[in-house]
């Protein structure tokens, strides 16, 4: 797991209700010698304003902004999908972004964004899905799972929404079921 | 892994390339420039819709032509709200609609405007700020069928309550529900707010203009093509504009190019509003 995750050139985060402290202590950990792209996926109302970035690259010690369209894809920066678009990959170093139909009633939608992150990306993501209450997630991160990325999901158990992270075990998306202190450890190798 | 069905089966770069040759080819539509992500999913969804393989997807775009105004339609993403991103409603309002006030007619053109909620949102915009009278909005779209509904002006009571919020955060007087016409589960925007409206079919990608224009709006269309399309229906929207016309692209969307940005003024730069300059 340690290898995969150090080999890895993409972190892909994705969270709903119940996952904000978790991402905002992730945001907190990284620093330049991560040497990996973030993209952190998190559900959130339309209308409310970037709240949510400005917190994050108050705290972040690396690049933070959200995505917009076209927008490149650089090493080192942490990248938050806006609310009311699907942020998609659109080649290795270029997102897209799409106003298209709601996914799981999401958007963004974890599975829109993990589903063409394992298209493009295909074995070179580690994908962690946290804490929600919806079934968003598991889809894409099957894909990602079949194409060889590291894919992770925080312990029901611990996770205060258990039911993202249940849906994606029982689809067998899973490689590694972690505890919340384990993801961390990892996060800091 | 499992072997899965055809649903698990993605399009190749090169099938999607044959669809976008086949589709130039036979209907005239041009979506090389579409950017790839987006246009892949919709493929997929289309042929996941409608239980098509590749090969029966290719075969109903050569022999249906039925099929192709609908193929159009979902392969164009028409979700749409109105007062979407009421901030830049908002920013019209105090910015912008006070320069057009000072204009003889204001001709407004909402391009991509899929079933009118922008529109009519304008229109409102339009009512509350006195400009209505001396207003003509045009709304033009690829796709015949979504102008059809937006000339028809009704929607479904449930989904203008959505806009609700929206509306509010826009901070426009009364409620959105104000300029509909309730009948049972269906709104119909009031007669006044449809008078000087026109709906009309405008390929962004092969026509050219058509009016000139004070205002054109163009939101969420951007994120759909490629960067060389981008700049080309820049030009398009800069011939379009009178001098010191404004341009109002998708919140998410800003003109990148250094050419184009040299001949916009950045008005709002949060709610991409552009200004014309030079000439």
Request: glycine share 4%.
């Given at each position: ?189 | ?113 899929s079933t009118g909620e922008e529109v009519y949102s304008l229109a409102i915009l339009l009512k509350e700020s006195g400009l209505q009278s001396k207003s003509f909005i045009y709304g033009t779209d690829i796709n015949t069928e979504v102008l059809k509904e937006a000339k028809r002006g009704i ?125």
């Amino acid at each position: 797991m340690i290898k995969r995750w150090q080999e890895s050139k993409v972190l892909l985060l994705g969270g709903s209700a119940g996952s904000f402290k978790l991402l905002f202590r992730a945001v907190k950990y990284f620093t330049p010698s991560l040497n990996k792209t973030v993209i952190i996926i998190i559900h959130r109302k339309k209308n409310f304003l970037s709240e949510i970035e400005k917190l994050f690259a108050d705290h972040s010690r690396m690049y933070l902004r959200e995505v917009g369209d076209k927008d490149s894809i650089d090493n080192n920066t942490i990248y938050i999908a806006p609310a009311n678009y699907h942020t998609l990959i659109e080649n290795e170093g270029q997102f897209s972004l799409d106003v298209s139909e709601a996914v799981w009633y999401s958007k963004p939608s974890i599975d829109v964004t993990f589903e063409s992150a394992a298209e493009v990306f295909k074995n070179n993501c580690t994908a962690i899905l946290l804490s929600g209450a919806n079934q968003d997630g598991a889809n894409g991160l099957l894909k990602l799972r079949k194409q060889g990325s590291l894919t992770i999901v925080q312990n029901p158990a611990e996770a205060e929404m258990a039911d993202m992270p249940a849906a994606a075990i029982n689809l067998k998306a899973a490689d590694y079921i972690l505890n919340t202190e384990e993801i961390f450890q990892l996060l800091q190798i | 892994m499992t072997g899965d069905s055809t649903e698990e089966r993605g399009l190749t770069s090169a099938e999607i390339t044959d669809l976008i040759n086949l589709v130039k080819r036979i209907h005239g539509f041009d979506f090389s420039g579409y950017s790839k992500a987006s246009l892949k999913r919709r493929l997929t969804r289309i042929m996941q819709l409608k239980r098509l393989e590749f090969y029966d997807l290719k075969h109903m775009l050569i022999n249906d032509n039925a099929f192709f105004q609908h193929f159009l339609e979902e392969v164009t993403v028409n979700v749409t709200e109105m007062f979407r991103d009421p901030l830049f409603y908002k920013a019209l309002n105090s910015q912008v609609l006070p320069y057009l006030s000072t204009y003889q007619h204001v001709k407004i053109w909402s391009a991509g405007c899929s079933t009118g909620e922008e529109v009519y949102s304008l229109a409102i915009l339009l009512k509350e700020s006195g400009l209505q009278s001396k207003s003509f909005i045009y709304g033009t779209d690829i796709n015949t069928e979504v102008l059809k509904e937006a000339k028809r002006g009704i929607f479904s009571l449930r989904k203008i309550k959505s806009y609700a919020e929206n509306y509010q955060y826009s901070s426009l007087p009364g409620t959105i529900t104000d300029h509909f016409t309730i009948l049972y589960d269906a709104a119909t925007i009031h007669t006044e707010l449809r008078q000087n409206t026109l709906f009309s079919v405008h390929n962004l990608i092969s026509d050219n203009v058509f009016n000139e224009f004070q205002l054109i709006s163009c939101r969420n269309v951007f994120i759909y093509f490629e960067s060389h399309l981008q700049e080309k229906i820049l030009d398009l929207f800069y011939r379009s504009l009178c001098p010191l016309g404004f341009l109002c692209l998708g919140s998410k969307e800003a003109i990148r190019s250094d050419s184009f940005k040299k001949r916009f003024k950045t008005i709002n730069a949060k709610e991409n509003i552009y200004q014309k300059i030079g000439t």
